[in-house]
């Protein structure tokens, strides 16, 4: 009988995932529903209300077949304005989730059609495009292919998320106005009641963020003299599929079973890495694309990315828990995978005597695209340098108001991070190949979003073949609000 088989037929039980992968339409089916609605979940013995993306069977997420498209109906069911960025997938640009670029947000109680080819398969998610994406408006976005859905394994989503009780409106108005910074950015955030109100509807003025002007911003020598800033903000909790560590999700797996882990690091201003305990695994995916496997026990993760991890669990069985370490810290999240009979400890959420590494870009050097861009000299290249300082909390891109493309272009950006704060960058509308990191070339990963550490820089490479003006931006919530966004326009647009 086969593992898959097995586990419906109750090897998992009441262990059975949340957040399970599992197929959604027939081809000639209606569009799958998805709505933007509020939920109730408990973190640290308090009941928080925060959004929701609620697929058709009533749990987070969507699992689509790659050969069936992208045909949802999203219904806004909050009481303000959304709208929702498919992360990862490559759609028209009318049809991309950025508010009015070009198409405005949802009302509250108003629908909207999604129908576009989907170009690969994939580890994806989506999320606001506004402060709301801090109040758990994110969700898994799974594209299945063929091969994968005859693959004898179980699939098994890790989707992490930072959590504050403090409204995200909160946080940013302590972040300007300079409460909470130091060297290390761990500022101190007050508890407060979680409240959904806002922010003028729940929209950010994109097209305002003017990034010439980084007058106040400190120079290159002045910055390098400064300590690296971590993070932003002390969080409340660090979740893992709506759960804390001290109360974790526990999966059920099979003695001797293939399991492939979709991690998604949904947080929005915290970076992680991966720990796979005394498991051992083959990196197989980063952003959705293929990389040529890579055996792994650890796997740093900055916002916005996601790893394909293939597992063995042992023969002899056991609980397995998989943990997300926060960057510098002691804090950390995460699920357990557990063979049926299985002793499991719970575990503390802190752990001081193991802090999460500091994430560089020692890792991303190693990874290979399993399927790299074809060899053509690029049309345009531009140098963009990320320029910001925790003090004043006002970050730019300098130089990416001239960000053009035409189709048909292979488009290079260098990307040279002039601040002391590491910057997730991403781009929308299409993957892009690293083909450089500090000046050396190489044939690095497809990915949607690069971590640039201070001081630092990386070259990508693209086809501009999806015209529109599409947004660039830092991952970090708070960067991008604070002025880190801007687009690559294609002629025309």
């Given at each position: 009988?086969?593992?898959?088989?097995?586990?419906?037929?109750?090897?998992?039980?009441?262990?059975?995932?949340?957040?399970?992968?599992?197929?959604?339409?027939?081809?000639?089916?209606?569009?799958?529903?998805?709505?933007?609605?509020?939920?109730?979940?408990?973190?640290?013995?308090?009941?928080?209300?925060?959004?929701?993306?609620?697929?058709?069977?009533?749990r987070p997420g969507l699992v689509l077949d790659r050969e069936q498209g992208f045909r949802v109906e999203l219904t806004n069911s909050l009481s303000e304005e959304t709208l929702i960025h498919w992360h990862g997938l490559t759609p028209p640009w009318d049809q991309d989730g950025v508010p009015d670029v070009p198409k405005p947000?949802?009302?509250?109680?108003?629908?909207?059609?999604?129908?576009?080819?989907?170009?690969?398969?994939?580890?994806?998610?989506?999320?606001?495009?506004?402060?709301?994406?801090?109040?758990?408006?994110?969700?898994?976005?799974?594209?299945?292919?063929?091969?994968?859905?005859?693959?004898?394994?179980?699939?098994?989503?890790?989707?992490?998320?930072?959590?504050?009780?403090?409204?995200?409106?909160?946080?940013?108005?302590?972040?300007?106005?300079?409460?909470?910074?130091?060297?290390?950015?761990?500022?101190?955030?007050?508890?407060?009641?979680?409240?959904?109100?806002?922010?003028?509807?729940?929209?950010?003025?994109?097209?305002?963020?003017?990034?010439?002007?980084?007058?106040?911003?400190?120079?290159?020598?002045?910055?390098?003299?400064?300590?690296?800033?971590?993070?932003?903000?002390?969080?409340?909790?660090?979740?893992?599929?709506?759960?804390?560590?001290?109360?974790?999700?526990?999966?059920?797996?099979?003695?001797?079973?293939?399991?492939?882990?979709?991690?998604?690091?949904?947080?929005t201003s915290t970076a992680f890495t991966i720990d796979l305990g005394t498991l051992e695994g083959q990196l197989i995916a980063v952003d959705g694309q293929p990389v040529q496997p890579r055996t792994v026990r650890q796997v740093p993760l900055t916002m916005a990315q996601r790893a394909d991890i293939r597992l063995a669990i042992?023969?002899?069985?056991?609980?397995?828990?998989?943990?997300?370490?926060?960057?510098?810290?002691?804090?950390?999240?995460?699920?357990?995978?557990?063979?049926?009979?299985?002793?499991?400890?719970?575990?503390?959420?802190?752990?001081?005597?193991?802090?999460?590494?500091?994430?560089?870009?020692?890792?991303?050097?190693?990874?290979?695209?399993?399927?790299?861009?074809?060899?053509?000299?690029?049309?345009?290249?531009?140098?963009?340098?990320?320029?910001?300082?925790?003090?004043?909390?006002?970050?730019?891109?300098?130089?990416?108001?001239?960000?053009?493309?035409?189709?048909?272009?292979?488009?290079?950006?260098?990307?040279?991070?002039?601040?002391?704060?590491?910057?997730?960058?991403?781009?929308?509308?299409?993957?892009?190949?690293?083909?450089?990191?500090?000046?050396?070339?190489?044939?690095?990963?497809?990915?949607?979003?690069?971590?640039?550490?201070?001081?630092?820089?990386?070259?990508?490479?693209?086809?501009?073949?999806?015209?529109?003006?599409?947004?660039?931006?830092?991952?970090?919530?708070?960067?991008?609000?604070?002025?880190?966004?801007?687009?690559?326009?294609?002629?025309?647009?």
């Open positions: 009988m086969k593992r898959r088989t097995l586990l419906k037929a109750g090897l998992a039980g009441s262990l059975a995932s949340l957040w399970p992968v599992r197929p959604l339409l027939a081809a000639d089916a209606a569009p799958a529903t998805l709505k933007a609605t509020t939920r109730t979940i408990e973190v640290n013995g308090k009941a928080a209300t925060v959004f929701g993306l609620i697929g058709p069977d009533g947000m949802l009302k509250s109680g108003e629908s909207r059609l999604y129908d576009f080819a989907l170009a690969s398969a994939g580890t994806n998610w989506m999320h606001a495009h506004t402060l709301q994406e801090q109040n758990l408006l994110a969700a898994p976005l799974i594209i299945r292919s063929a091969e994968d859905r005859k693959r004898d394994e179980q699939e098994v989503v890790l989707f992490l998320h930072d959590f504050s009780f403090t409204p995200p409106e909160e946080l940013l108005a302590k972040l300007s106005s300079g409460m909470g910074h130091g060297s290390t950015g761990h500022g101190t955030m007050a508890q407060g009641g979680m409240d959904h109100g806002a922010m003028d509807h729940g929209t950010m003025d994109h097209s305002s963020m003017n990034h010439g002007d980084m007058s106040a911003m400190q120079s290159m020598e002045e910055q390098m003299a400064m300590p690296m800033d971590l993070n932003d903000i002390e969080y409340d909790a660090y979740l893992a599929n709506d759960r804390t560590l001290d109360d974790p999700e526990i999966i059920g797996v099979e003695k001797g079973g293939q399991v492939r882990l979709r991690i998604i690091n949904a947080a042992p023969p002899a069985g056991g609980s397995f828990p998989i943990l997300a370490l926060r960057e510098g810290t002691g804090h950390r999240t995460g699920l357990i995978l557990a063979t049926p009979g299985a002793a499991i400890t719970r575990l503390p959420v802190q752990d001081e005597s193991v802090r999460g590494p500091v994430l560089d870009l020692s890792f991303e050097a190693g990874l290979l695209a399993a399927e790299p861009l074809a060899g053509k000299e690029p049309a345009r290249s531009y140098e963009v340098g990320l320029v910001g300082n925790m003090m004043t909390y006002r970050w730019g891109l300098e130089g990416a108001d001239r960000l053009v493309a035409a189709k048909g272009d292979r488009i290079e950006v260098t990307l040279v991070n002039r601040s002391m704060m590491a910057h997730p960058m991403h781009l929308h509308g299409h993957h892009f190949q690293v083909v450089a990191i500090n000046g050396q070339r190489f044939s690095g990963a497809v990915r949607d979003t690069l971590l640039l550490p201070p001081m630092q820089s990386a070259t990508i490479a693209f086809d501009a073949g999806n015209p529109g003006k599409w947004a660039f931006h830092c991952h970090h919530l708070y960067h991008m609000v604070s002025g880190m966004m801007a687009f690559v326009t294609y002629e025309g647009y």
